[in-house]
């Protein structure tokens, strides 16, 4: 009995004789019959083999057949579009979330500055008084601004009132936009990256993945790049300059790095750092989490600071 | 009988007697009881004269005396508040809409990219579709988005999905508040500056005066300048390069300008600056409304463009 030849490519499974003529064939309307239609064929001619070598060659340019070349580029732009459509995961979304919350807080300052110019038209020595943004927007819709018998501001009449309500109403929302959007950010980092957010926090550690690009890509870097990440600007003005070297990027704005003295913030943020690339690679394969065990020991070794101080290390 | 003397300042009003001793004298609570306090003692005392030449100088050194000192600071600062209360005119609250339909402008636009991006995770192929950004937003809340069967859109989970709503919904607030903020402002332009709105257009009008500063300062320019107002870094080039010289600012905006082609647009700029001076001087001295005529003068003026290009004029 003669050699019989089995191959698969996108647009169906093939069956050549030693000539590598056609003998059979079934095409694909899906990838994932595949198997099905393999398993079929292997029962039908028993003994099928895999082309290689000269009969590979063959087979190949037998495929350069111009009828093929349709189905070829349509099964193609089918596989594409599923790619496409599974490329999105988790990570992008909290790119997308982190990104969302840094253009809401852009619209949100762009926009009550704007609203206490104009407040303090009306009433300047409440404008004043009230340095929290949201504080300021809250007493203004509870219309607890109490305006002073005295005060420098003119007396706006109801209709001119009303444009800058409005506007206080939508920064209000903005607002709460935020705060929505910060709860799902948190929510879709404790489902795909538990460590790294309970060692850096919802904020920095989206940071970090939108920086780098994806989780995996995070993941592939050392700890020291993960230390300077968001610190590109004065990394390479260090490069440039020879100005002093960066410490940190955006770890600088983690509360163990604020909290304590300056003098320790570089050590903080190349422990940190360490742990922080250990948590993401724990995240990235699906391990156990240990985030709460991490964070644990970069605190136990700077609250020791004091005694640190003092032997000079 | 000897002279006697009156004299008012900020504190009070004050009768002196021949030697510019003083003999009565009454307080201000308000400089608005001026007045009434002066024909008082003119009642009283008859025959009062304002002191002046050598008179003036010794009632002005009477005052030199510490024990006034505090009442003028506290009559000043009333004075200056008030004078501060008042200068929240019509004008500045044009100021502030125009400003502020400007950043809501800027915040829509930041807000409505991260929203196309996002929203094109799970729905690409509309979001391609629908290229009018208020429309896209409509269509979104309304939940009129067919998704194709195979789009390389991702399926998102319902939870993936509300955030990008809620961002929607926040966008579809501020386009709301965009369109108050421009009824607002033309129901201030139709109160301040009838004869601006109706030759320039609530928004190229407002955007004069906030340039200006004030309507004040807006009427006293003349015409070239105003032709130019709004191209100001065209204009430095211009005079530090030697580069050409802009045609126009803000009037670029117009609809006869942009309606009409590109040759006659300086001539239009000009004329429309003309009669933009014109209307507002009016404006700014009440006076009656002659705005639709100016314009009408302008575009017969350049109805005839056809002729005019034909004669090379």
Tied chains: 1, 2.
Aim: net charge positive; charged share 30%.
């Amino acid at each position: 009995m003669h050699q019989k030849y089995i191959f698969s490519n996108i647009i169906g499974t093939f069956i050549f004789n030693e000539h590598i003529n056609l003998l059979d064939k079934k095409s694909f309307k899906n990838i994932e019959q595949k198997q099905k239609i393999e398993k079929e064929f292997e029962k039908k001619y028993k003994n099928l083999v895999k082309p290689e070598g000269k009969e590979l060659e063959k087979t190949l340019s037998f495929f350069k057949n111009k009828e093929f070349f349709n189905d070829f580029h349509k099964n193609n732009l089918e596989l594409t579009k599923i790619a496409i459509k599974e490329s999105v995961k988790d990570d992008i979304l909290i790119i997308q979330a982190i990104n969302n919350i840094q253009e809401i807080d852009k619209s949100v300052n762009i926009l009550i500055k704007r609203l206490r110019e104009w407040y303090a038209l009306n009433n300047p020595e409440f404008e004043y008084l009230v340095e929290n943004q949201e504080k300021f927007i809250e007493l203004i819709l509870k219309k607890q601004t109490k305006k002073e018998k005295d005060s420098m501001g003119a007396d706006l009449s109801k209709e001119d009132l009303e444009p800058i309500m409005s506007l206080a109403k939508q920064v209000d929302g903005l607002f709460q936009l935020r705060k929505e959007q910060e709860i799902y950010l948190n929510k879709m980092m404790e489902k795909t990256c538990p460590n790294l957010l309970a060692i850096a926090g919802s904020t920095i550690g989206a940071k970090l993945i939108e920086q780098s690009g994806s989780l995996k890509n995070l993941m592939e870097f050392p700890a020291s790049t993960i230390q300077l990440l968001g610190a590109e600007k004065a990394l390479f003005r260090h490069m440039k300059t020879g100005a002093r070297t960066p410490k940190y990027g955006f770890l600088h704005e983690h509360p163990l790095i604020s909290q304590n003295p300056r003098n320790l913030h570089g050590k903080i943020a190349r422990t940190l750092a360490d742990k922080i690339s250990l948590a993401v690679k724990v995240d990235y394969f699906k391990g156990k989490f240990i985030g709460d065990k991490l964070l644990k020991q970069v605190e136990d070794k700077f609250s020791k600071k004091d005694t640190i101080i003092k032997q000079g290390i």
